[in-house]
């Protein structure tokens, strides 16, 4: 069949299953399956916990860098588990900080062809191939989620907390952006262009708390658990069964 300038419509072609490729992709299942399995087991102990996130690229002599760690080590003193990334930059800043002080510094490491391996202070070390199953991790047991300045997988990560308690598929937990110049173009273009649009409602910007000083992030997670305990309550137990 020709189209109006006089070319054949192309059709796509289909390659036959190869059984070898098809066996591995069905056995990956098991390897998701395992990171699951030992993130679940080895995780659950160590409630409550604050999962940081930042940028992987940040210099150990940066102020970002020494910010988080200061960050971590008020929370840690606290008495909270710190999770991060695993990784080099705000994620090392992060695990050292809550290393240096009273509760386990835990880290969730992806395997990435361009970055370095883990960094040395994890009391608890994971190691995941897939973004997915590291991802839940960062939800699943998290009292809070603490973000500061950082990239492409920042961003992500900040998307999907607010996705999941925007439509309720997680419980409602404080989300705290650190450094408030660094987010403050994002939060004046949700409020000015998404909401003005409707692709959100104004009530979702109060998901979000923007922070500057370490106690004040320690302050907030407290005061948001004022009238409740850490521990999910049995309704949020079975939101996150289906997470």
Not at 165 to 173: D, L, M, N, S
Not at 174 to 198: A, M
């Amino acid at each position: 069949m020709s189209n109006n300038n006089g070319f054949k419509h192309s059709h796509p072609s289909f390659s036959p299953i190869n059984d070898s490729m098809l066996t591995r992709e069905s056995w990956k299942i098991f390897q998701i399956m395992a990171e699951f399995v030992e993130g679940f087991e080895r995780l659950a102990k160590i409630k409550p916990s604050v999962s940081i996130f930042g940028s992987a690229r940040t210099k150990p002599d940066h102020p970002y860098y020494k910010l988080t760690e200061e960050v971590a080590l008020a929370l840690s003193d606290a008495g909270f588990s710190v999770v991060s990334g695993g990784g080099p930059g705000i994620m090392e800043a992060a695990n050292k900080g809550a290393f240096a002080g009273k509760s386990p510094s835990i880290g969730l490491n992806i395997q990435l062809p361009m970055e370095q391996g883990g960094n040395p202070y994890q009391d608890i070390s994971l190691n995941f191939r897939h973004f997915f199953s590291r991802k839940v991790m960062f939800v699943k047991y998290a009292s809070a989620y603490v973000v500061m300045p950082g990239g492409f997988g920042t961003l992500d990560e900040l998307a999907e907390i607010l996705t999941l308690v925007q439509t309720g598929k997680t419980r409602r937990i404080p989300i705290i952006l650190v450094h408030s110049p660094f987010w403050k173009g994002l939060l004046e273009w949700f409020k000015n262009t998404l909401v003005e649009e409707g692709t959100i409602d104004a009530d979702d910007l109060d998901l979000v708390k923007v922070l500057d000083k370490p106690q004040d992030v320690v302050n907030a997670i407290f005061q948001h658990y004022e009238h409740r305990g850490f521990e999910p309550s049995a309704e949020e137990k079975e939101i996150l069964l289906e997470l």
